[in-house]
Every structure is written in structure tokens, then in C-alpha cells.
């Protein structure tokens, strides 16, 4: 075995054997369906947007976190951008993963995932349009995309209270030890590639919440709320950039920095009425 792809091995073994769902916090209870994610292993890339591209995807009480914003409250990597990219104050951030899980239900039902399947999702940043509203716990973020190689399980989770479409996702490792990935959806083409490499990061203690609303462009009425624990990350090598082309507003969005390489969390969540 490749001595690189060994390491990643050793990594995820280690993190079998240690149970971190101790460590999730505890999410509100009345929760109209469960969600649980074992064994993740996702590439993730942070991608600044054009908010005009999706802005009918936006619900009115919300509106999106910006990089101008960001830099203005001292945020490192926000004014460092803006350096490169003066133009760009009002655009929005936003991350894109693709995901395939060891585990992955909503009340106990897994997707028939095909050959290398993997489920991609485009998320952004969001904050209340006053200020004054309390969305709940866990950083709010607006599910601007996510999909799923399952038409039966993207059908389910609609039933469920989720927002989900189909797309043909993958991600697939090498003997090398290198990941990649791929998308294809009316619109849109994403290629991806990541060889992890360096320290890792996070680990049992890490641990977070997060609030995914759906677009207002959906029939979807109900919020998902996440807790997780476990989170660990790696840096990519420097590899050719992701490729992004056709006429899906992620086609103009610009990368806030490299990619990388996450796994090893212990993920629940629940479906809740909007607050």
C-alpha cells in the first residue's frame, strides 16, 4: 500500500476506535425526523458568490453574510481577499462539499448509493434580515444546493422536510492516495481533486451546531438543525484548481483559498419547524 494512502488508513481506524458522539451537543427536542452521519469523508472548498445569481433562492427573513462585512469586523482572510479582490465587498460565502459517509440515515433509511456515489451540497452563509430575530442555535446557513444519486431518496427526504434534488455525484480515492471528484447537473459541471497531506487538525473535542434553512425557491417549510463532533481536517497538496463550468451560478464563483480534505465526525440532526 501506498505509504501516503497508509496514513489515511491508520487515521480513519483510529477514529473507529474512538468514540466521539459523546461529544455531540445536544440538539432541541420536539424534532420531526432524525438524521445521523458516520464515517464522513468529504473535499471541501470555501467559494465566494455573486448574491444576484441566487437571490430568489434567498428567504426574506435572511439575508447573506458578506465578505465586506467580514473584513470590516477583522476577519484575516475576508480583508485579504478584498485586497486581491476589491470589487467583490458584496458578495456572499458560501462552501461547496462532496460527501460519502460510512453511515448516512434519516430515521434509520440509508440511499442505495451506486458505485462511488457521493452526495454534493453548496451552502451559504446567512444572518437574520433584523437583527433582532433569534433563528435558534447553530450558525445559520442557507442550503442553496444539495444533491443526492438517489431519485427515491431525494423523494424521501422531501417527504421528510428537506431540500434535496438529484445530482450524479462521486468521489472516489486512489491508491495514491489522491481524492476526486465530480458533478453533473442540468447546468453545471464540477470537477475536484485532493490529495491530503499534513498535520491534521480538530479532533474528539472539536464539536458545533449548524441551522440549514431551505432555499425560498423550494416547497420546503422546515429547517434541519446539526450537531457534531469528531471534526478533523487535512490540507490539500497544490493540485490543478477545481473546474467549474456551465450556466448554474457556481459556475462564476471564485475560491477563497485551497481546498480540503475532512472526516471523522459523529454528525445527528433533526427537522424542525422554522423558529
Same mark, same amino acid.
Given at each position: 500500500?501506498?505509504?501516503?494512502? &497508509?496514513?489515511? %488508513?491508520?487515521?480513519?481506524? !483510529?477514529?473507529?476506535? /474512538? +468514540?466521539?458522539?459523546? #461529544?455531540? *451537543?445536544? @440538539? ?21 458568490f ?10 426574506s ?39 460519502r ?19 454534493? &451540497?453548496?451552502? %451559504?452563509?446567512?444572518?437574520? !434580515?433584523?437583527?433582532? /430575530? +433569534?433563528?435558534?442555535? #447553530?450558525? *445559520?446557513? @442557507? ?5 443526492l ?89 497544490? %493540485? ?11 459556475a ?24
Open positions: 500500500m501506498n505509504g501516503r494512502l &497508509l496514513v489515511i %488508513a491508520l487515521l480513519s481506524s !483510529s477514529l473507529l476506535a /474512538t +468514540d466521539v458522539s459523546s #461529544g455531540v *451537543p445536544t @440538539l432541541p427536542g420536539g424534532a420531526r425526523a432524525e438524521w445521523l452521519v458516520e464515517g464522513p469523508e468529504e473535499l471541501v472548498l470555501y467559494l465566494a455573486d448574491p444576484a445569481t441566487v437571490q430568489r433562492r434567498l428567504p427573513r435572511l439575508r447573506f453574510v458578506t465578505i465586506g462585512e467580514l473584513a470590516s469586523g477583522g476577519v484575516a482572510w475576508a480583508k485579504e481577499f478584498l485586497g486581491q479582490h476589491p470589487d467583490k465587498g458584496p458578495w456572499g460565502v458560501s462552501y461547496l462539499e462532496f460527501v459517509a460510512r453511515t448516512f440515515t434519516i430515521d434509520g433509511r440509508a440511499p442505495a448509493w451506486p458505485a462511488q456515489g457521493a452526495f454534493a &451540497l453548496w451552502f %451559504a452563509r446567512v444572518a437574520p !434580515s433584523d437583527p433582532s /430575530t +433569534d433563528l435558534g442555535p #447553530g450558525r *445559520p446557513l @442557507l442550503a442553496l444546493d444539495f444533491w444519486p438517489d431519485h427515491a431518496y431525494v423523494s424521501y427526504m422531501s417527504r421528510k422536510g428537506y431540500y434535496a434534488s438529484y445530482g450524479a455525484g462521486r468521489l472516489t480515492p486512489s491508491a495514491r492516495g489522491r481524492w476526486s471528484a465530480a458533478l453533473a447537473v442540468d447546468g453545471l459541471t464540477i470537477t475536484a481533486e485532493c490529495t491530503p497531506a499534513g498535520p491534521v487538525t480538530g479532533g474528539p473535542s472539536s464539536a458545533g451546531m449548524q441551522a440549514i434553512f431551505p432555499p425560498a425557491s423550494s416547497a420546503v417549510t422546515h429547517l434541519v438543525r446539526i450537531a457534531f463532533a469528531g471534526h478533523r481536517e487535512q490540507a490539500c497538496e497544490a %493540485a490543478p484548481p477545481w473546474t467549474f463550468r456551465g450556466s448554474h451560478p457556481l462564476s464563483a471564485v475560491a477563497l483559498g485551497a481546498p480540503t480534505f475532512q472526516f471523522g465526525y459523529h454528525l445527528r440532526g433533526g427537522v424542525y419547524p422554522h423558529p
